[in-house]
């Protein structure tokens, strides 16, 4: 029970003591009461050195015996330059959220811990966070610990910045310790959170120019979350920034970030793929260059971070062969002008469907979209910005990054089941209409939205700019795959009997899973080894991202801004870890 005198402070503070007593102690008894029975445990790293959540009182008290004794957490404190302990409301439930730091035997972390009022009691945790911030006595290369560059500014002679940075990047005679394949915004951060401790980093990406993954995409392209929400990490975008950054502009500041956080960056650089020697603990990768010469690499790590451009997803519909024009996957389709005044049928209703068929629609084609099965639509703006309400809430980027961290899945998932009936609401009218034309449409599983659909599968889902208000409209057409009784040389016979023409039939299919990828880069026994990457495993967290995989020396990372900006670093100190002995 609450003393009325009580602050949400007093309150975090003498939790935090009596949870740090009771772990310090080996005392359960007193354990037990500092949880809810259906209460969270999530640890990143700091006890456990994995990414993992633990669900339900008596299994945390379990697991926090058991890895509580080697990294003896201590030194629980609420500090005073972080967001101080409030009263908020998360998945419809009132908590104090605390931030708290802590240290270990290996580091220093931070945490959250959401406390819950009892009605005769004290309140009791909800949900706990314990994360990695840095390991001791490695940590990061920032501030005053930068190299000064003093004796060539101050005797004249030897290599200056320029050729220092020259030699970084060349890898003459030398090799990476890491291997990042892929610089979108996954491959970067990785990269500079890595590079920020120390470890001899390279990115390679097969584009020309550092941001061409952004700069080849459609002509109209603006991120669909807002500016602040999409930082990537140590550097925030300029604070006169649009709200919605503009593809071209992303893309130089791509540009700019591995110049400003000094990434070693090979561009036109295809990695080919190779195999891992157990008893060296290397790979021997190959890599083709712009030239078409191939150098051979023995990288300790890979991180994979080659988003889903890996592998396109091409259904085989066996009567497209009857079909006269030309077939295109999304992804060899580049603009609409060569399509003015013809008939496109673009089969796919997730992102990718919808921002062509609007691309064709708008450089004069006549679209009609086939939806091979429902599809979640929800409006760019407000709706799909509700889940980073927090971000507005008033702490700082980092904070909110920590707090994002700190939601465990059935929490978020609740979360997410509301979120997604406020944007129902929100966008009825849309929805409505929609449906009056005879477009499907879901809510994810369960109800619980296009974040799900995004964790669990990657897709099924639209961020509406413009292109369900053009279907309600009759501008773009609507048809069910379902429907379509076989293609026919000038467009789909329906079943109905009518033909809808065509000259073009875009594929808007996505992409295989990585674990395709896994597969032609390294061989199916590496593939079998690591098995499925991205959804969600039994323990709550998604399968092989961001953490160590069942491969020696085989990472991932993949997902929003949002999500490689706050993973990033717990990969880097993870891959740390690693390489100073701490992790095998
Ligand atoms: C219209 C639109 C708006 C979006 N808005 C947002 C937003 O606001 N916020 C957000 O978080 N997300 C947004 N996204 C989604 C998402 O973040 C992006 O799709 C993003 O590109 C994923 O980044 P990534 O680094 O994982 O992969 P990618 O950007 O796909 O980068 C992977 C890189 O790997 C390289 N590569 C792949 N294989 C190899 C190989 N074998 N050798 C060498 N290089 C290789 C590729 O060339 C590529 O450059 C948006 C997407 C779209 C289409």
């Not at 920032?142 to 220092?164: A, V």
């Amino acid at each position: 029970m609450l003393a009325p005198t009580e602050t949400n402070l007093t309150i975090t503070e003498r939790w935090l003591a009596q949870f740090e007593r009771a772990l310090g102690e080996g005392d359960d008894a007193l354990l037990q009461t500092l949880f809810h029975a259906d209460s969270h445990w999530r640890d990143v790293l700091a006890l456990t050195w994995r990414i993992i959540t633990v669900n339900g009182a008596g299994a945390i008290l379990r697991e926090l015996r058991k890895h509580g004794e080697e990294a003896r957490p201590r030194s629980f404190k609420v500090p005073s330059h972080r967001a101080s302990p409030r009263t908020v409301t998360r998945a419809g439930t009132e908590s104090i959220e605390a931030i708290f730091t802590f240290e270990t035997t290996e580091g220093r972390g931070s945490g959250v811990v959401r406390l819950r009022p009892e009605p005769d009691d004290a309140p009791k945790a909800w949900t706990l966070l314990t994360a990695l911030d840095e390991i001791k006595g490695h940590e990061e290369e920032l501030g005053r610990s930068l190299p000064q560059g003093k004796p060539y500014s101050r005797d004249f002679h030897g290599p200056n910045w320029l050729d220092n940075r020259q030699a970084a990047t060349g890898y003459t005679g030398r090799d990476p310790a890491v291997l990042v394949v892929g610089g979108g915004q996954a491959g970067l951060s990785a990269a500079a959170c890595l590079t920020q401790l120390g470890i001899d980093t390279l990115i390679v990406d097969r584009e020309k120019r550092i941001g061409d993954n952004w700069r080849k995409r459609y002509h109209a392209l603006v991120l669909h979350n807002q500016v602040h929400v999409n930082h990537l990490p140590y550097m925030r975008f300029p604070p006169n920034w649009p709200a919605y950054i503009p593809k071209d502009k992303i893309a130089g500041w791509f540009e700019a970030y591995a110049e400003s956080m000094e990434l070693n960056y090979w561009t036109a650089t295809e990695f080919e793929g190779g195999s891992y020697d157990q008893k060296s603990g290397r790979w021997s990768v190959v890599l083709q260059r712009a030239d078409g010469s191939k150098r051979e690499m023995h990288p300790r790590h890979i991180v994979l971070a080659t988003g889903v451009s890996g592998i396109p997803n091409v259904p085989d519909i066996p009567t497209l062969r009857n079909f006269s024009g030309k077939v295109l996957h999304s992804s060899q389709y580049d603009e609409g002008d060569a399509w003015k005044g013809k008939n496109v049928l673009v089969i796919g209703s997730g992102n990718s469907g919808h921002d062509i068929a609007q691309d064709l629609y708008s450089s004069g084609a006549k679209v009609t979209l086939v939806q091979r099965s429902s599809t979640l639509i929800v409006n760019v703006e407000p709706s799909a910005q509700l889940p980073y309400a927090l971000y507005d809430e008033g702490p700082s980027l980092e904070d909110c990054d920590l707090i994002t961290a700190s939601i465990p899945l059935a929490v978020a998932k609740r979360s997410h089941i509301l979120l997604t009936q406020q944007a129902k609401d929100l966008d009825k009218d849309l929805l409505d209409g929609l449906e009056r034309k005879g477009f499907k449409l879901d809510f994810g599983e369960d109800g619980t939205g296009w974040q799900f659909k995004y964790l669990t599968r990657g897709g099924g889902y639209y961020f509406n700019v413009g292109c369900s208000d053009l279907i309600v409209k009759g501008e773009i057409g609507v048809a069910q795959f379902s429907d379509i009784a076989s293609f026919v040389a000038d467009g789909a016979q329906m079943r109905s009997g009518r033909t809808i023409p065509a000259d073009l039939v875009v594929l808007a299919t996505g992409y295989k899973g990585q674990e395709h990828l896994v597969g032609k880069l390294f061989g199916d026994e590496v593939a079998t080894r690591v098995g499925p990457i991205w959804g969600f495993d039994d323990g709550d967290e998604l399968r092989n991202m961001f953490t160590r995989t069942p491969q020696p020396g085989l990472w991932f990372i993949a997902g929003s801004f949002a999500q490689c900006r706050i993973y990033s670093k717990y990969l880097a100190l993870e891959i740390k870890a690693s390489e100073i002995g701490l992790v095998r």
